[in-house]
């Protein structure tokens, strides 16, 4: 996909993430944003790849639920004047190709200026 650029995220696009993220995952609202957390621009669409960690408030029964659901990228995009909104996520155990898995739903052209999504 033409015009795509890497961006630097700031507190609120995490915020916002985090937030769509407790939207999918009810039984998750205590969680943050992890590292490494990618962000980007193709076009008129925005697009993040993130991984998530118990946040402050974190309960007994959302620690067992982060020992699986907690262990992969999940991928977020968004529209320009939109929310941003779950497009995918990585399978269990995670993937090599990372975010440029078919189904990340990320821009091949993005995934490759994001290094694929690497842990570190």
């Excluded at 795509?4 to 205590?30: F, I, T, W």
Aim: hydrophobic share 40%.
């Amino acid at each position: 996909m033409p015009g795509c650029r890497n961006l630097v995220a700031g507190a609120a696009v995490k915020a916002e993430v985090v937030s769509a993220y407790r939207r999918v995952m009810p039984s998750l609202q205590h969680v943050a944003v992890g590292h490494p957390f990618y962000y980007g621009q193709c076009g008129g669409m925005l697009y993040a790849a993130a991984r998530f960690v118990p946040g402050e408030g974190v309960t007994d029964g959302e620690l067992v639920s982060f020992q699986d659901e907690g262990a992969t990228m999940k991928f977020f995009a968004r529209p320009a004047s939109g929310s941003w909104r779950r497009v995918g996520g990585e399978g269990f155990p995670a993937s090599p190709k990372g975010c440029a898995e078919p189904g990340s739903n990320i821009p091949a052209a993005l995934a490759s200026l994001w290094g694929d999504c690497p842990d570190h």
